[in-house]
């Protein structure tokens, strides 16, 4: 199973958006999680968002990177640039920046927009995955 850890400043926006559409899109060979710098509570419109696509957010909450920097992750991935330097202080085999405005959310249309672009680079990510782990011969 491949270890993901999404990283931003508050744990509050993008990093839970990505680590709940993950596990909807992937449970099954990811195990995921999110944290951040400076954890905050979950935006309500961020899990509206999700809600309305029919993502579980059962279980998600907003934690300190504190909580996971002893972990080694397959993948870590950072969702802002407040956040990369000490993404990359995480253990992990490989390492990303996917940096979004983390727009301290959030209306309704803006946390719909994060939830679509984080969505395609999920999908993006799991395509490339797949096809990285299955041999070509």
Not at 77 to 84: K, M, P, T
Not at 111 to 125: G, M, N, P, T
Request: charged share 20%; with cysteine; net charge negative.
């Amino acid at each position: 199973m491949t270890r993901v850890l999404f990283v931003c400043h508050s744990n509050a926006v993008c990093s839970p958006i990505a680590e709940a559409l993950l596990k909807h899109l992937a449970a099954d060979r990811y195990e995921v999680t999110s944290a951040g710098l400076q954890p905050s509570d979950i935006e309500p419109n961020a899990l509206a968002a999700l809600h309305r696509l029919g993502v579980s957010t059962e279980g998600l909450y907003s934690k300190g990177l504190d909580r996971v920097a002893d972990q080694y992750f397959d993948i870590v991935i950072s969702l802002c640039e407040q956040a990369e330097a000490a993404a990359q202080a995480v253990p992990s085999a490989r390492f990303m920046a996917w940096h979004f405005e983390d727009a301290s959310c959030c209306s309704q249309p803006e946390a719909a927009r994060v939830v679509h672009e984080i969505f395609e680079r999920i999908k993006l990510l799991v395509l490339v995955q797949d096809r990285q782990e299955k041999s070509l011969w």
